[in-house]
């Protein structure tokens, strides 16, 4: 009788470990193992420096995160994600924004940390000259 207790007991701490075990990790740790290969997933991203453009499905984006020194180990850009370049080597490839008006593509974030538009769009608005 009292060893049924102790194996009830023992079930019940295995059966809480994993629930907490499932309850404390993190998402993105789950999101990152199915991120889906979809066109639709898909993101633009162009090299800065030479312009060579990529579509990155979400798979794609999380593999080139996880390839070692594919990523710039600098954090003094603050939050700008930069992917190195095939081409040109350098840590300048960064996710763009398609300006539909003037056919061409902008970094939504600029390499310093500042917010991307449309060099074109901002000069028609008289915002820089
Ligand atoms: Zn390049
Ligand atoms: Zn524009």
């Known amino acids: 009788m009292k060893s049924n207790v102790i194996w009830l007991l023992a079930i019940l701490v295995i059966l809480g470990g994993f629930a907490a075990w499932r309850f404390l990790t993190p998402r993105s740790l789950e999101e990152q193992s199915v991120a889906p290969n979809t066109a639709e997933t898909a993101t633009n991203w162009m090299c800065l420096q030479c312009n060579q453009q990529t579509k990155l499905t979400a798979r794609e984006y999380e593999t080139w995160r996880e390839t070692p020194g594919k990523l710039d180990g600098k954090t003094g850009r603050g939050t700008v994600t930069a992917f190195k370049c095939d081409k040109c080597q350098t840590f300048t490839v960064v996710r763009v924004e398609y300006c539909d008006k003037h ?27």
């Open 103 to 129: 056919d061409l593509y902008y970094a939504r974030m600029n390499l310093d940390g500042t917010t991307g538009d449309c060099d074109k769009c901002a000069r028609e608005a008289g915002l820089r000259r």
